[in-house]
């Protein structure tokens, strides 16, 4: 019979040191020294008896009989991880491992009138909080790796009907023999989101809200709603974009669930905007509002698709290498040995984005095409006629429009060939995007500046951060007067650059 979940889980009082446990199948097991402990549970290094070994191969996990996440690991790994399964997975996805840890048995054990629960593991080496604490944030390879080998371990438990839950660094640990690897571990928390083939049902309970990591649960435990498979994608993507910029918007409210919900809610209804104005000055996080598009967009009980996400996050298809934790080297902001001209590349820098600023906040308050937005609404309000008794209905279509919208906005990003960036200099170590040059604003084909606004302006003017400000321009129209603008604004963009040009010739 299984604990009590709502049971408040205490922490075990330590075995000795030597204690030989016999599990379920007869196999004995020597405990060696505690290595760490969790909130309900004790994990010490472990030593078949069999087979004595210096160097411990395993760990061995305790609690208390009536503790419950113990129970659902075991039962997590009874159901749906069993060694000869994970194998024919690996064979069958063509996958040089899967990031599961390995189960070897479980059993009881009696200890001064206690009954403690056990269980055997692969031993595994240091966790990446750990390493997060040490170096801060990862190397944006790495962080899309991690993400790629975490849709591996995902897409085999989903398939066996279950889901993570509790998605973080800490639970991410590098293998003890083969530290290049990452192991997705600490099921305690695993829910059986489809049993026997049927799905949960949606339903909102205020009473089981804000469930899991504060920090990175998603917006359906925010909800007290069953996790589901778009539950563990949306937790990923949270921890990815925490990887990445070392910190997330919600970090300063962790002791407020209901704000940190609004915030998580704010950020996934303005993808992927939201997403590019949270990335730090000099890092690219399109790879990781274009998975939180698509994460978002999944209906409760809709199947994601797996290669499709790994293609985003890996969209060159290049085989995986090991993972590299070293920050260094990521800013885009690469220090040149003369400090003068870098000043003279800023001051003129910044005089160009004055004069853009100014281009878009005069022609920011113009309306915008009436006709596209008519189209726009009139789509929309067809597709929620009939949906509006059907709650989780009008969720997935909420969703789903939102998806096309940032799908949309993301599509031109990559395939416009005006992208914004920094302006090339001559012999420069600062290094710019590609696809922009200094002549560029003067070419006919340049997308045109009608009308913007404001506050997009505002942020599109930012190097580093204006990668959809060209593609939203090309869908307005030029008047006489915006061209004559143009030009007069061009011209003395290019007599500035010429300047720059020649006093940095001259330095």
Known sequence: MPPRRNEKYKLPVPLPEGKVLNDTEGKQWVLGKMIDSGGFGLIYLAFSASEPD?????????????????????????????????????????????????????????????????????????????????NGTFKKSTVLQLGVRMLDVLEYIHENEYVHGDIKAANLLLGYRNPDRVYLADYGLSYRYCPDGNHKQYQENPKKGHNGTIEFTSLDAHKGVALSRRSDLEILGYCLLRWLCGKLPWERNLQDPVAVQTAKTNLLDELPESVFKWAPSGSSCHEIAKYLVCAHSLAYDEKPDYQKLKKILNPSGIPLGPLEFSAEGESLNVRPPNNQKVDSRKAAIKQVNQMQRRLIEKKGHRERSAESCATRKKVQKEKLIGLLNNETAQESIRRRQKYCESQEFLNEVKSSPQRSSCIQFPNSSYEPHQGFTSTDVFKSSCPSWDTYTSTAGTEGTELESSTGFWPMMSQFTLSEETKVDICYYGFTILFLLILVCLALYFL
């Open 54 to 134: 210096k160097d411990a191969k395993h760990v061995i996990k305790v609690e208390y009989q009536e503790n419950g996440p113990l129970f659902s690991e075991l039962k997590f790994y009874q159901r749906a991880a069993k060694k000869d399964n994970i194998k024919k997975w690996i064979k069958l996805k063509q996958l040089d491992y899967l990031g599961i840890p390995l189960f070897y048995g479980s059993g009881i054990t009696e200890f001064k009138g206690r009954s403690y629960r056990f269980m055997v593991m692969e031993r595994l080496g240091i966790n990446l909080q750990k390493i997060s604490d040490q």
